[in-house]
């Protein structure tokens, strides 16, 4: 996998990072290639797609030019700004043999406003250089996970900073088991088979107090919720110090939502990553 970071100006907020990272891609340079525009096409009828390639679909320019692109075109949307969403959006489209972007999905969503600009961004794309099998062009999917992440203008005392970090009374067992206790799998997430990891961040106050629960990785709005919930019932830490002396830090807890059988109907399993 490559990731590559890229920033996006906003009036909003100071600093607005939009992470593009891509998988199972190989990318080579193509500057000699014009970038073509194309529409979008629609290829949700019956069109014969391909998954194994001698070669993958390419953007012309390779990597480099696909950032610049985004860079260009990704605006992080007003209403996501304002309620501090971000996460990371999975875009699947179909690159035609032409090389023209088709059939666009969300394969993993954040929220509706961050779903709806990347795969507006996507369908903006230009013409890509097609893969190939035997020799010949042929439609193939292309995978694109997004990440729209926003920068704090200030942040408290960094973990790195602390002579003593932040702890739950009793150890991370302790805090695994009160969070097993007192999460419920949401019944509409549950329905819908989702699952994944939340990562809540607190801040943890000079007394130990946890205040300003927020998630910082999203996977669904219900398991968001249900995450952030629980964090506002956890008892009191033993505050981080330095030199002595007690001092607010952020406190970063993943959650994560798994249903370990699909089949079954009873679905309250919840796995714990305390760090």
């Not at 023209?100 to 969503?109: P, Q, Y």
């Not at 699952?195 to 300003?212: M, S």
């Not at 370990?260 to 305390?274: E, N, S």
Request: hydrophobic fraction near 45%; charged fraction near 30%; aromatic fraction near 8%.
């Amino acid at each position: 996998m490559k990731q590559a970071e890229f920033k996006i100006n906003s009036p909003a907020v100071a600093k607005v990072a939009v992470l593009v990272s891509f998988v199972a891609m190989t990318f080579s340079a193509f500057a000699s290639n014009p970038i073509a525009l194309c529409q979008v096409s629609d290829t949700t009828g019956k069109v014969e797609v391909f998954v194994d390639y001698e070669q993958q679909p390419l953007f012309p320019g390779g990597e480099t030019a696909l950032l610049k692109f985004l860079q260009e075109n990704v605006k992080y949307p007003p209403k996501a700004l304002k309620d501090s969403i971000q996460g990371r959006v999975v875009v699947q489209f179909l690159i035609d043999p032409s090389g023209c972007v088709g059939e666009v999905k969300v394969v993993r969503s954040v929220s509706e406003e961050l779903d709806a600009e990347a795969v507006r961004v996507v369908k903006t794309l230009p013409r890509f250089v097609p893969g190939r099998l035997f020799g010949k062009a042929v439609s193939a999917w292309y995978t694109l996970p997004v990440t729209f992440k926003l920068q704090d203008k200030l942040e408290p005392a960094k973990p790195m900073d602390v002579e003593v970090k932040a702890k739950f009374p009793g150890g991370e067992d302790a805090l695994a088991q009160f969070l097993k206790d007192h999460i419920k799998y949401p019944p509409k997430a549950a329905k819908k088979r989702i699952q994944g990891r939340v990562d809540v961040e607190l801040l943890v106050d000079k007394t130990g107090k946890v205040h300003d629960a927020r998630v910082v990785d999203s996977v669904d709005k219900d398991l968001d919720r249900e995450a952030v919930r629980v964090c506002k019932l956890l008892p009191d830490f033993i505050p981080a110090t330095v030199n002595g002396e007690p001092v607010e830090v952020l406190f970063k807890l993943p959650i994560r939502f798994k249903i370990p059988d699909l089949k079954t109907q009873y679905l309250r399993t919840v796995q714990i990553d305390a760090k």
